[in-house]
T-cell receptor, first 113, second 114 residues
């Protein structure tokens, strides 16, 4: 499958900002996604960005996309204890088609009160 | 509230047993997927299906099979469970007509093979 790379662990103090990074492989991916997995639960779509955008802001979330470097980041402002989770980036490679996504290995974020 | 439901949250099976993991979605989605999630390896696609009675191999199909007899139901089958199949299994669904390609996930089935 396609390779989506993520670092594995991040701890952050409550109220600080946290940044999670991801590199993806397929420049033809139409959308790039961030999914959140809370403890004991499945994944939920957190936010996404269309490939022709550089940045998307959604309340405390900022997604930055660098297509040249195939780099995606998620910034969470004013991190809260409810943000403790595993965050997965995902791409929709053009070679896959039809909603098949390639996921990164996930980044565990631990928020320290 | 739209839902993907996995019938068993926790299962414990013995080596060599046949295991069925069931997944049902109520969103009339054509696409359904089975992933396994392991620490440090992320999500890996086992099998997927774009229509009833249709199935395609994902990245790690060995040791697994699937069944899609009805649109809403996608079953993962371990013909003879082995200890290396101890994992979290996640089912997901999506609509090919979705503008964003979002996947909707179930809560997962944690399988332990002894």
């Amino acid at each position: 499958g396609e390779d989506v790379e993520q670092s594995l662990f991040l701890s952050v103090r409550e109220g600080d900002s946290s940044v999670i990074n991801c590199t993806y492989t397929d420049s033809s991916s139409t959308y790039l996604y961030w999914y959140k997995q809370e403890p004991g639960a499945g994944l939920q779509l957190l936010t996404y960005i269309f490939s022709n955008m550089d940045m998307k802001q959604d309340q405390r979330l900022t997604v930055l996309l660098n297509k040249k470097d195939k780099h995606l980041s998620l910034r969470i402002a004013d991190t809260q204890t409810g943000d403790s989770a595993i965050y997965f980036c995902a791409e929709s490679p053009g070679s896959y088609g039809n909603n098949r996504l390639a996921f990164g290995k996930g980044n565990q974020v631990v928020v320290i009160p | 509230d739209v839902k993907v439901t996995q019938s068993s949250r926790y299962l414990v099976k013995r080596t060599g047993e046949k295991v069925f993991l069931e997944c049902v979605q109520d969103m009339d989605h054509e696409n359904m997927f089975w992933y396994r999630q392991d620490p440090g390896l992320g999500l890996r696609l086992i099998y997927f299906s774009y229509d009833v009675k249709m199935k395609e191999k994902g990245d790690i199909p060995e040791g697994y099979s699937v069944s899609r007899e009805k649109k809403e139901r996608f079953s993962l089958i371990l013909e003879s469970a082995s200890t290396n199949q101890t994992s979290m299994y996640l089912c997901a669904s999506s609509s090919p007509g979705s503008s964003t390609g979002e996947l909707f996930f179930g809560e997962g089935s944690r399988l332990t093979v002894l």
